[in-house]
């Protein structure tokens, strides 16, 4: 069994949604975990955790799209998360290799998504491009001013440093398609030096999917590419790794159950 942390399946069409997530079953990922960009996408988010037992989500701005409308506040994040089904907030975090959004809009939206996961008792999903100094200090200075919150730090394809000091904060870090790519030997040496409680995986779907599908669409079943990817690097059995990743993923995203235990919920 897999879970697939972190894709985005209402960027699929609607009359294509149903055949990806059999795809994903057939693959053995039990659940996924669909990811907020935008507000105004919250509801479709929403409406993919009602439709699919096996679906759950999140709600929050992705750093590319926060200079777009102006940012929420903390309490209407924490309301849009009231539904059952929404296991945590964003994505949020710091891009600075795009630049699609101006820096401190950016980092005020961050803090705002913190605020709004510490609110909630919901972990915070963390996206992390070319900003490793700024992520750092923001989770520092929000966890020293306000107190501890849950965190991943999703698709990781940043640098030693923020890893290990997100860990000593108590912080996850899931692995995408990037683990199986050619270049990617750093990111492998983290993936196997971490703590293996604090190890998930994920597609990013549609985007990133691994080797052997480089170039192609990702969808949410190639996880289990990654995963036989990740369990190389470490040294485990694929049975070892499906039941450390679950297990890690589940204890983030406490609010999530596996299917069976859902229905009997």
């Given at each position: 069994?897999?879970?697939?942390?972190?894709?985005?399946l209402?960027?699929?069409?609607?009359?294509e949604?149903?055949?990806?997530?059999?795809?994903?079953?057939?693959?053995?990922?039990?659940?996924?975990?669909?990811?907020?960009?935008r507000?105004?996408?919250?509801?479709?988010?929403?409406?993919?955790?009602?439709?699919?037992?096996?679906?759950?989500?999140?709600?929050?701005?992705?750093?590319h799209?926060?200079?777009?409308?102006?940012?929420?506040?903390?309490?209407?994040?924490?309301?849009?998360?009231?539904h059952?089904?929404?296991?945590?907030?964003?994505?949020?975090?710091?891009?600075?290799?795009?630049?699609?959004?101006?820096?401190?809009?950016?980092?005020?939206?961050f803090?705002?998504?913190?605020?709004?996961?510490?609110?909630?008792?919901?972990?915070?999903?963390?996206?992390?491009?070319?900003?490793?100094?700024?992520?750092?200090?923001?989770?520092?200075?929000?966890?020293?001013d306000?107190?501890?919150?849950?965190?991943?730090?999703?698709?990781?394809?940043?640098g030693?440093?923020?890893?290990?000091?997100?860990?000593?904060?108590?912080?996850?870090?899931?692995?995408?398609?990037?683990?199986?790519?050619?270049?990617s030997?750093?990111?492998?040496?983290?993936?196997?030096?971490?703590?293996?409680?604090r190890?998930?995986?994920?597609t990013?779907?549609?985007?990133?999917?691994?080797?052997?599908?480089?170039?192609?669409?990702?969808?949410?079943?190639?996880v289990?590419?990654?995963?036989?990817w990740?369990?190389?690097?470490?040294?485990?059995?694929?049975?070892?790794?499906?039941?450390?990743?679950?297990?890690?993923?589940?204890?983030?995203?406490?609010?999530?159950?596996?299917?069976g235990?859902?229905a009997?919920?």
């Amino acid at each position: 069994m897999l879970i697939d942390s972190h894709c985005h399946l209402d960027y699929f069409r609607d009359d294509e949604v149903e055949a990806v997530v059999g795809r994903a079953a057939s693959a053995g990922v039990a659940v996924l975990v669909t990811i907020g960009t935008r507000i105004a996408q919250a509801d479709s988010v929403k409406r993919l955790c009602e439709r699919f037992a096996n679906v759950w989500g999140s709600v929050g701005i992705h750093p590319h799209h926060a200079g777009e409308a102006p940012l929420p506040e903390v309490a209407e994040l924490v309301a849009l998360a009231r539904h059952p089904k929404i296991v945590g907030i964003g994505e949020s975090g710091l891009d600075y290799f795009y630049n699609k959004s101006p820096h401190d809009i950016q980092q005020e939206g961050f803090r705002r998504h913190i605020r709004a996961a510490r609110a909630a008792a919901l972990p915070l999903v963390i996206h992390a491009r070319q900003a490793d100094g700024d992520i750092l200090k923001i989770l520092q200075e929000e966890w020293s001013d306000g107190g501890e919150f849950r965190f991943l730090l999703h698709c990781f394809s940043s640098g030693r440093a923020l890893a290990e000091a997100a860990v000593a904060m108590g912080g996850f870090v899931s692995f995408s398609g990037i683990l199986t790519f050619p270049k990617s030997d750093d990111i492998r040496a983290i993936a196997r030096d971490l703590p293996a409680d604090r190890l998930l995986v994920e597609t990013d779907a549609p985007y990133l999917a691994p080797v052997p599908f480089r170039g192609k669409r990702c969808e949410p079943a190639m996880v289990a590419h990654t995963a036989e990817w990740l369990a190389r690097v470490r040294g485990w059995t694929v049975a070892e790794t499906q039941r450390v990743t679950t297990a890690n993923c589940l204890k983030l995203f406490d609010r999530l159950r596996l299917p069976g235990a859902a229905a009997a919920a």
